[in-house]
């Protein structure tokens, strides 16, 4: 037995990882030797869900807040070998989650070597491998697939057609000198090509309801029909799809046979309480490379999310995807790697002022109800001012501040923004008794805490809190911003 090469690696366009089985069986004849047992697709799923429960194993790598709602009801329908859809509005991790399915999976399969449909060698199901198991014998060649591949994936747009799904004639087989009834004249789609995998079918009410009628004899025979061939491909896959409420139950675009074949149906939901908000920004941040973004500017942006999504100025049939939280957060990152470009900080620290460039930022990620025409940006200016205030009090409300009050009791001022570094901010408000009490209240991380850049975010922080909360005024210009009595 090899390891195996390139070309069998190479399984329906995906090729395996580099770090492939040795000493694998490569023909039919050595695996049924080995002891090797065939599954169907739900029941490899099942057993390895089972073996993951028992093992106390995570089983959605990266799936935040679903643990005591969605993934229970994903599990009974896994459990089930249920086909299932997922309802959910815009960047609740819909797709995320199916992803994570995949991980399910066996790590490796058997297939038959070079099959577009991806054979178990057990049971070849098209013409090309049973033809060729019938020539070969205990010979047939074995290839192994990585669960990497079993996976596959369709956005279902109004263009979709039938041949992108199931499959077609594929004309240049036809014009080699095939007869136009041969089943290898046939192009599978993306369908069949999942075969023996999961697939999943992504936003399914956007899918014309002619082509919706093509996908009822996989959900319920099993098999596929391609322009009228006497051809029943039955294939081994399991079936997710994703799609709107409002789509999926109002408008009634997904055609009922259809919703009457999907075996489950599961509803997704945004966090449900800040922490859960707060962790999934800082997971799927990608932050500048060098900026430090405190906790208290993330929880910021997850307050104003939260805001934003309970707002009667929004018009919440669309939702306010986690995206824009995580792209909020990206941009404060963004403001503050800028800000070291231009003053020379080797190490910025994000800091209050770089919230306000992500009301533009994130505007367009917010469908607001129509009277709200005109007042976007001066409604998510004033959710922003909540978030930060709100934070505030959860942080620094029992904190001792009178030695930052003080500093403008004879008039003083202290100047900050987007173009004010760090160590100027620092030198603007000079020796402050009961800093490291505010750093400590902000900074669970001491090695983080003592520098100079999260120094200057801890008091820019103090000072905004003390203007949000009337103690303070504040003056921008530009991008100047002077706190004073």
């Known amino acids: 037995?090899?390891?195996?090469?390139?070309?069998?690696?190479?399984?329906?366009?995906?090729?395996?990882?580099?770090?492939?089985?040795?000493?694998?069986?490569?023909?039919?004849?050595?695996?049924?030797?080995?002891?090797?047992?065939?599954?169907?697709?739900?029941?490899?799923?099942?057993?390895?869900?089972?073996?993951?429960?028992?093992?106390?194993?995570?089983?959605?790598?990266?799936?935040?807040?679903?643990?005591?709602?969605?993934?229970?009801?994903?599990?009974?329908?896994?459990?089930?070998?249920?086909?299932?859809?997922?309802?959910?509005?815009?960047?609740?991790?819909?797709?995320?989650?199916?992803?994570?399915?995949?991980?399910?999976?066996?790590?490796?399969?058997?297939?038959?070597?070079?099959?577009?449909?991806?054979?178990?060698?057990?049971?070849?199901?098209?013409?090309?491998?049973?033809?060729?198991?019938?020539?070969?014998?205990?010979?047939?060649p074995v290839a192994w697939w990585h669960r990497d591949g079993r996976y596959g994936e369709k956005l279902a747009t109004p263009d979709t057609a039938v041949g992108d799904l199931i499959g077609d004639i594929d004309p240049i087989k036809l014009a080699e000198g095939r007869s136009l009834g041969d089943p290898e004249t046939v192009h599978y789609g993306l369908v069949p090509r999942s075969n023996r995998g999961v697939f999943s079918l992504n936003e399914l009410p956007d899918l014309a309801a002619r082509i919706q009628v093509a996908l009822l004899n996989v959900l319920e025979e099993r098999d596929i029909q391609i322009r009228g061939y006497a051809l029943r491909l039955p294939l081994d896959v399991l079936l997710v799809a994703s799609a709107n409420p409002e789509d999926y139950t109002n408008r009634g675009r997904i055609i009922t046979p259809l919703k009457d074949r999907f075996g489950a149906e599961v509803r997704t939901h945004y966090p449900l309480d800040l922490e859960e908000e707060t962790a999934l920004v800082h997971q799927e941040a990608d932050l500048a490379p060098?900026?430090?973004?405190?906790?208290?500017?993330?929880?910021?942006?997850?307050?104003?999310?939260?805001?934003?999504?309970?707002?009667?100025?929004?018009?919440?049939?669309?939702?306010?995807?986690?995206?824009?939280?995580?792209?909020?957060?990206?941009?404060?990152?963004?403001?503050?790697?800028?800000?070291?470009?231009?003053?020379?900080?080797?190490?910025?620290?994000?800091?209050?002022?770089?919230?306000?460039?992500?009301?533009?930022?994130?505007?367009?990620?917010?469908?607001?109800?129509?009277?709200?025409?005109?007042?976007?940006?001066?409604?998510?200016?004033?959710?922003?001012?909540?978030?930060?205030?709100?934070?505030?009090?959860?942080?620094?409300?029992?904190?001792?501040?009178?030695?930052?009050?003080?500093?403008?009791?004879?008039?003083?001022?202290?100047?900050?923004?987007?173009l004010v570094s760090g160590s100027e901010l620092l030198r603007g408000v000079g020796p402050l008794p009961g800093l490291a009490d505010l750093i400590a209240r902000l900074s669970p991380d001491e090695d983080t805490g003592e520098t100079p850049g999260f120094a200057a975010a801890a008091v820019e922080f103090a000072l905004e809190g003390l203007y949000l909360n009337r103690r303070l005024s504040k003056d921008t210009v530009r991008d100047r911003t002077v706190y004073r009595t």
């Open 290 to 418: 060098g900026v430090v973004v405190p906790d208290h500017l993330v929880e910021i942006v997850s307050r104003f999310t939260r805001l934003v999504r309970d707002s009667s100025s929004v018009d919440d049939r669309s939702g306010v995807s986690a995206r824009f939280a995580i792209a909020g957060i990206e941009t404060v990152a963004a403001s503050a790697r800028r800000r070291g470009a231009l003053t020379g900080e080797d190490h910025p620290v994000a800091r209050v002022c770089d919230l306000p460039p992500i009301v533009e930022t994130l505007q367009g990620k917010v469908e607001f109800e129509v009277g709200e025409e005109g007042r976007e940006s001066e409604v998510l200016a004033h959710l922003l001012r909540r978030a930060t205030a709100e934070s505030f009090r959860r942080t620094l409300g029992g904190a001792d501040l009178a030695a930052l009050t003080d500093l403008f009791a004879d008039g003083g001022t202290v100047e900050s923004g987007e």
């Open 1 to 140: 037995m090899h390891r195996l090469d390139p070309v069998s690696a190479s399984i329906n366009g995906h090729t395996a990882p580099d770090h492939l089985p040795t000493r694998e069986p490569t023909t039919l004849g050595a695996l049924r030797a080995a002891g090797h047992v065939h599954r169907p697709v739900k029941h490899e799923v099942r057993d390895n869900l089972i073996a993951r429960m028992r093992a106390g194993e995570q089983r959605f790598p990266g799936i935040v807040g679903f643990d005591e709602t969605v993934l229970p009801r994903v599990e009974r329908a896994l459990l089930a070998g249920h086909d299932l859809v997922l309802l959910g509005e815009r960047g609740q991790g819909k797709t995320r989650l199916i992803r994570t399915i995949s991980t399910l999976l066996d790590e490796w399969t058997p297939v038959v070597e070079g099959c577009p449909v991806n054979d178990h060698p057990y049971a070849p199901v098209c013409s090309r491998c049973r033809g060729l198991a019938a020539e070969a014998g205990e010979d047939l």
